[in-house]
């Protein structure tokens, strides 16, 4: 078992800088699979980032990449997402995820948090 706290979120203008933190407790973090999804108003939960146990894995979606970086940093048990020129269209819940395997689909996630929410003005 593994619980998940995000943090981080806020109102900023567009083309300013967010860092979005996922703290961790329970298992450790080492032995996850660490995504960040999020939700916009009236859409579904879409992908964003997600970083493998071995560290040498990453993956983005097209929307973000070039703008966001995920890491991690196992011994703090957090995962961290760097949100840069951040767009209207990247307002939304974010969510992290702890799973088993890295991979963009949620449904494979096994722990999530309860999100923190980014809004972003134009």
């Known amino acids: 078992q593994v619980q998940l706290v995000e943090s981080g979120g806020g109102l900023v203008q567009a083309g300013d800088s967010l860092r979005l933190s996922c703290a961790a407790s329970g298992r450790t973090l080492s032995a996850y699979a660490m995504g960040w999804f999020r939700q916009a108003p009236g859409k579904e939960r879409e992908f964003v980032a997600a970083f493998g146990m071995s560290t040498s894995r990453t993956l983005y979606a097209d929307s973000v990449k070039g703008r966001f970086t995920i890491s991690r940093d196992n011994a703090k048990k957090a995962v961290y997402l760097q949100m840069n020129s951040l767009k209207s269209e990247d307002t939304a819940v974010y969510y992290c995820?702890?799973?088993?395997?890295?991979?963009?689909?949620?449904?494979?996630?096994?722990?999530w948090g309860q999100g923190t929410r980014v809004t972003v003005s134009s």
């Open positions: 995820a702890a799973g088993e395997v890295t991979t963009t689909r949620g449904a494979q996630y096994d722990y």
